[in-house]
C-alpha cells in the first residue's frame, strides 16, 4: 500500500511537472530526445509506389546541418551511390557512371531516390530551438495518450518548413505527429514517428513516416532506424570528396 | 465546228490571249493557295506527331492524367506483346514504343567533376530494330549539324542549342541524370556522337535523343516505354481514321485488359479473407469478378476521387488507353479549327477567282456584241452564234486551266520540296505547339482538278450570261452596236 501510494504521488507529481512545461521547455526536451552533435544511422527506406514497394538499405553520418555522408547499401542498382552534403551542396557517386556530380542547392528539398523525404529531411540534423519559436496550442488525445499540440513558427529564414504543427507526446517528449507547411500556408507534408525506444538514455523513434501531401495518391514512405549511435567522433576525412569514390 | 472556233481563237490574239493568260494565272494561284495551305497544315500537325503525340498514341491511363509530369512510374509493361497485338488490330499503321523523360545532363572536366549542367528533356526512340521507321519521320540526317547519326546504345544526339548551352563537342561523354521508372536515382553516361537542329522554333531548345535501348538501360525500363506512338502507314494524318481506331481500341481492348486487372486485384484482396482456403476452386474464380461487377456497379472506380482516402486506387489505372492526335492539349480545337478554317479561305478565295473570270466572259462576250451583229446578218441563226460562244470560252478555259493547273502544281510542288523558310516568326513565337520553321505546300490529288471549277466552269457561266442578250436584242440594235 505504501509503495502505491509513492508510485501514485511520483507520478502525480510528474504530470503537474509536465503540464506546466512552457513552450521553450519543451522544445528544450524535444531537442534533448531528437538531437546529437553527431549520428549514425544505419537505416531502411520503404518507398511506396504505386506498382511496387522498394526498400533501400543506408547508412548516413551526419554532423549537425553542414555535414552529411550517406552510403547506399541495398538494393544491387543504389549500392555503392554515395551522397556527401557540405553545406548547401551536394555530391553524388554512383559506380556506374564513375562521376562525381554536383547537385545544385535547390535540390536538397528534392525527394530522395523517389521517396517522400527530401535530402533534408534525411540529411539535417539542428536544434529546433534554434530555428523556430513555438506556441501550446492546446492538449489532446491521441492513440490514447495526452499529447500537447504545439505550433512553430520559424525564426531563421531558408527552412523547408517555415511553419509545423506538432502533437508532443506529454512522456516522451517527443513529436508523435507533425504537420510540415510552406510559408504560404500550404501544407506540404505529414510525419509520424513510432516505435519510440530509450537509447543511449534518450526516447527515439526507430519509425519514421513521412507522407508528401502534394504527391497525389502518395501512400508514404518508411524510414526505419535499424541503428542510431549519438555523438560519436566523425572524422573529418568522413565528408571529403575523395571518399565518394572509395 | 471546234477545229474552226480553235484556229479562230490562234489567229485573233485579242480574243485570246488575255483571257488565257487571266485563266492561267488564276488557276495557277487557286492550285498554289490550297496546296500551300493543305501542306502547311499538314506540317503543323506532322511536326506534333513526329515529336510529341503520333498520329494515335498508347499510354496508360494513369500516364495520361499526369503527362506532363513525365511520369515514368505510370509507364507500360510488356510493350513487345503490346505492339504485336497492336499490328496485329490495325496493320495499316506502324508502332513505336518511346521514353520520354526530363533530367539534368552533366558535363565532367578533367578530373571527372561536373562542369556544366542544364536541365534536358529526353527522348528515347525505336531507332535500331528492324522494322522502325523512326530515322525517315524524324528526317535527322537532313537536320544534323554535326557529327553522326546513333550507332549505339550509348550514344546520343543533343539539340545544337543545347551543345552551346554546355559548350560540348562531339565525342564528348555526358551523363544523364534522372529517375528510375521506380523513382530511383539514376545517372548515367551517353556519348555525343551529333547535334541537330529540328527548325521547329524552341521545341528543341533542350532536346537530347537516345535509342530506346539506351533509355532502357539509363532509366532501369526493360520492356517498358512511356508511350507506343501510331503513325498511318503513308505519314498522312487522316483524323476520322485515328479517331475511329481510337474508339475501337479503347472500347474492346482497353476494357477488357481494365476488367482483367480489376478481377486480378479482387482475386488478392478476397485471398486475405478468412475462410478463403475453404471455398473450391470454381467458386474462387467466380468471386472476382462478382466483386468487380459489384464495383462497377456501384461505380466506385468511377467516382473513385470521392472515396478519398478510404478507396482502394483502381488496378485498372494501368490499363493501355489510345489517344488520337487530336486529343492532345488544344489540338482538338486546333485540327477543328484549322479545317473550317482552311475550308472557308479556300471557299473565299475560289469565288473571288469566279466571280473575276466571270466577269472576263461576260466583258468578252459584250465586246463582241457587234460581230455578232454581223453574224446574224449573214445568216447564222441565235442559237448557233450562242453555241459556238460557249464552245469558245470552253475551250479557252479549258486550255488555261490545264496550263494553270501544271503551273499551280509545278509551283507547289516546288514548295514542297524545298518549303518556305519563317524560321525568325517561328523562334519568336511560344514553344508550347511544335511549329515548324520551314513550311511546305502538299501536292494532293484534288489539286488536279480544283482548279477547273473557277477555270473552265465560271468563264463558261459568264460568256452564257452575256450571250443571252444576243436573244433580247434585235438584229438592227446589234448592228448599231456594229457601226458604233
Redesign the interface.
Known amino acids: 500500500m505504501k509503495n502505491y501510494l509513492i508510485l501514485f504521488f511520483l507520478s502525480s507529481f510528474s504530470f503537474t511537472q509536465s503540464d506546466h512545461m512552457s513552450a521553450d521547455d519543451i522544445m528544450k526536451e524535444i531537442d534533448k530526445n531528437l538531437n546529437a552533435e553527431s549520428r549514425i544511422i544505419t537505416s531502411e527506406m520503404v ?1 511506396k ?4 514497394n ?1 526498400t ?1 538499405k543506408s547508412k548516413n553520418w551526419i554532423v549537425g546541418t553542414e555535414l552529411a555522408f550517406i552510403e547506399y547499401l541495398s538494393p544491387p ?2 549500392s555503392g ?1 554515395k551522397m556527401l552534403k557540405i553545406g548547401e551542396k551536394l555530391y ?1 557517386y ?1 559506380p ?9 542547392g535547390h535540390m536538397l528539398r528534392q ?5 517522400d523525404m527530401s535530402y533534408n529531411d534525411m540529411m539535417e540534423d539542428r536544434p529546433m530551438e534554434e530555428l523556430y519559436s513555438a506556441t501550446i496550442e492546446g492538449s489532446t488525445i491521441l492513440d490514447g495518450r495526452e499529447h500537447w499540440v504545439m505550433v512553430l513558427n520559424a525564426k531563421v529564414k531558408g527552412l523547408s518548413y517555415p511553419k509545423r504543427r506538432s502533437w508532443v507526446d506529454k512522456e516522451y517528449l517527443l513529436p508523435k505527429k507533425e504537420e510540415l507547411y510552406a510559408k504560404s500556408g500550404k501544407l506540404l507534408k505529414t510525419a509520424s514517428l513510432k516505435g519510440i525506444k530509450k537509447i543511449d538514455g534518450r526516447w527515439f523513434p526507430s519509425k519514421f513516416v513521412y507522407k508528401d501531401e502534394l504527391k ?2 502518395s501512400k508514404g514512405t518508411e524510414w526505419i532506424i535499424d541503428n542510431i549511435q549519438f555523438n560519436k567522433k566523425i572524422p573529418d576525412s568522413r565528408f571529403s570528396k575523395a571518399l565518394l569514390r572509395k | 465546228m471546234i477545229k474552226f472556233l480553235a484556229k479562230g481563237l490562234i489567229r485573233d490574239r485579242s480574243r485570246s490571249f488575255f483571257p488565257l493568260l487571266t485563266i492561267v494565272i488564276t488557276v495557277t494561284l487557286v492550285i498554289f493557295v490550297i496546296g500551300f495551305m493543305e501542306g502547311a497544315m499538314n506540317n503543323f500537325l506532322q511536326s506534333t506527331a513526329v515529336i510529341s503525340s503520333g498520329h494515335v498514341k498508347v499510354i496508360t491511363k ?1 500516364y495520361k492524367k ?1 503527362s506532363n509530369q513525365l511520369p515514368n ?2 509507364a507500360l509493361f510488356e510493350t513487345e506483346k503490346t505492339i504485336q497485338n497492336l499490328y496485329d488490330m490495325y496493320p495499316n499503321y506502324f508502332w513505336s514504343p518511346r521514353i520520354t523523360f526530363g533530367g539534368l545532363l ?1 558535363v ?1 572536366d578533367k578530373n ?3 562542369k556544366e ?1 542544364a536541365p534536358v528533356f529526353g527522348i528515347g526512340i525505336d531507332f535500331f530494330s528492324e522494322k522502325s521507321r523512326q530515322t525517315e519521320i524524324w528526317e535527322l540526317e537532313k537536320y544534323l549539324i554535326n557529327g553522326h547519326l546513333l550507332k549505339n546504345r550509348d550514344d546520343a544526339l543533343i539539340s545544337s542549342k543545347l551543345a552551346e548551352q554546355l559548350n560540348v563537342d562531339i565525342g564528348s561523354a555526358i ?1 544523364l ?1 534522372s ?2 521508372m ?4 539514376a ?3 551517353f556519348n555525343v556522337t551529333g547535334t541537330f537542329d529540328l527548325n521547329k522554333g524552341q521545341a528543341d531548345k533542350q532536346m537530347m535523343l537516345v535509342d530506346i535501348s539506351g533509355a532502357r538501360q539509363a532509366l ?1 525500363m526493360t520492356d517498358a516505354a512511356s508511350e507506343i506512338f501510331g503513325y498511318h502507314n503513308s505519314l498522312y494524318y487522316d483524323d476520322e481514321e485515328a479517331v475511329r481506331i481510337r474508339s475501337n481500341f479503347n472500347l474492346t481492348y482497353s476494357d477488357s485488359i481494365a476488367q482483367m486487372l480489376r478481377n486480378e486485384e479482387s482475386y488478392d484482396a478476397l485471398s486475405y479473407m478468412s475462410g478463403w482456403n475453404k471455398i473450391s476452386n470454381t467458386v474462387k474464380k467466380k468471386l472476382p469478378k462478382q466483386r468487380t461487377n459489384a464495383l462497377s456497379d456501384n461505380q466506385m472506380y468511377d467516382n473513385i476521387d470521392e472515396w478519398d482516402d478510404f478507396s482502394v ?1 483502381d488496378p485498372a ?2 490499363t493501355p488507353t489510345m489517344i488520337a492526335l487530336r486529343d492532345g492539349s488544344q489540338l482538338a480545337n486546333m485540327v477543328d479549327f484549322s479545317n473550317v478554317a482552311m475550308g472557308v479561305m479556300a471557299g473565299i478565295f475560289l469565288v473571288i477567282v469566279m466571280i473575276v473570270l466571270w466577269n472576263l466572259g461576260l466583258m468578252s462576250g459584250l465586246r463582241r456584241y457587234g460581230e455578232f451583229g454581223l453574224r446574224l446578218a449573214i445568216g447564222e441563226s441565235k442559237g448557233q452564234v450562242y453555241r459556238s460562244m460557249i464552245i469558245e470560252a470552253l475551250l479557252i478555259g479549258f486550255v488555261g486551266t490545264l496550263l494553270g493547273t501544271l503551273l499551280g502544281v509545278s509551283l507547289t510542288y516546288y514548295v514542297q520540296e524545298f518549303g518556305i523558310d519563317y524560321s525568325e516568326a517561328i523562334n519568336q513565337m511560344s514553344s508550347e505547339m511544335v511549329l515548324p520553321n520551314v513550311f511546305y505546300a502538299k501536292v494532293t490529288s484534288e489539286l488536279y482538278y480544283i482548279g477547273f471549277i473557277p477555270g473552265v466552269l465560271a468563264t463558261a457561266l459568264g460568256t452564257m450570261l452575256a450571250g443571252l442578250a444576243i436573244y433580247k436584242r434585235e438584229m438592227s440594235q446589234l448592228f448599231k452596236e456594229l457601226e458604233a
Open positions: 518507398v509506389g504505386r506498382r511496387s522498394r533501400i542498382r543504389e551511390t553524388t554512383s556506374q557512371t564513375d562521376r562525381v556530380i554536383q547537385i545544385s525527394s530522395v531516390m523517389g521517396s497525389r495518391n | 494513369a499526369e512510374d505510370l552533366d565532367p571527372g567533376e561536373t549542367q551523363t541524370i529517375s528510375t521506380d523513382n530511383a536515382f545517372t548515367y553516361n532501369d486506387e489505372i494501368f
